[in-house]
């Protein structure tokens, strides 16, 4: 699983914003595949999960398929679900563009 992991982030491709970093890896796979990587120091265990939550419903309604890696930074402690969300649907015109 670790390897699949750092394949993904070496060879994908990567997008940022303000609070997270997207490593897009093989977006044809059969499956869809998330990681999240989010340190304790810069959230708590329900912060985390909270935005763990909301990334897998986003993504879950708008990719069907593909390998994705989402880092958090450290200004990811305080966002809202609305944030989170307009960061999400700026990276998914970014992938749908490079997808064409």
């Known amino acids: 699983m670790k390897k699949a992991i750092s394949e993904v982030i070496k060879k994908g491709k990567k997008f940022e914003t303000d609070n997270f970093i997207f490593y897009i890896g093989d977006v044809d796979s059969e499956m869809l595949k998330l990681c ?3 340190s304790k120091k810069y959230a ?3 912060e985390r999960n909270r935005i763990k939550r909301i990334f897998r419903d986003l993504i879950k309604k708008s990719l069907n398929k593909g390998d994705i890696v989402i880092k958090a ?3 990811c ?3 809202t679900k609305q944030s989170i969300e307009e960061q999400w649907k700026r990276i998914l015109k970014q992938i749908l563009l490079g997808q064409s």
Do not use: A, M, P
Request: glycine letters at 8%; charged letters at 15%; proline letters at 0%.
């Open 36 to 38: 999240f990587k989010i």
């Open 44 to 46: 708590g265990s329900v």
């Open 73 to 75: 930074k450290s200004s």
């Open 77 to 79: 402690q305080s966002l």
